[in-house]
């Protein structure tokens, strides 16, 4: 059974720094990524790795100041967020797929359950 548990949400001062993680369990996956959505806005791509490779992808909005890698020997995924804004504030959804990988969401077959992280002004 797929299970992908979330953790390093919270409030951040603008500026500031946060690392999510999400450990999966139950499956062997060739791609993993984070997505975020904020109230009644659609689910936004953030970071996508190719598992095997580590290539990763970033969209403009936050290329540079994130950061996905990957643990092999713990199956732990990871998002480092530096210089953090307040229009990053959302929940963050760590996801996985069996094939493939990349900016796609529809494609992402796991997902987590959220964690939530607001950045103040």
């Known amino acids: 059974q797929v299970q992908l548990v979330e953790s390093g949400g919270g409030l951040v001062q603008a500026g500031g720094s946060l690392r999510l993680s999400c450990a999966a369990s139950?499956?062997?996956?060739?791609?993993m990524g984070w997505f975020r959505q904020a109230p009644g806005k659609e689910r936004e791509f953030v970071a996508a790795?190719?598992?095997?490779?580590?290539?990763?992808q970033y969209p403009d909005s936050v290329k540079g100041r994130f950061t996905i890698f990957r643990s092999t020997a713990k199956n732990t995924l990871y998002l480092q967020m530096n210089s953090l804004k307040p229009e990053d504030t959302a929940s963050y959804f760590c996801?996985?797929?069996?094939?493939?990988?990349?900016?796609?969401?529809?494609?992402?077959?796991?997902w987590g359950q959220g964690t939530q992280v607001t950045v103040s002004s």
């Open positions: 996801a996985a797929r069996i094939t493939g990988w990349g900016a796609d969401v529809q494609n992402y077959r796991y």
């Open positions: 139950g499956g062997a996956f060739s791609g």
């Open positions: 790795i190719n598992w095997g490779a580590g290539s990763t």
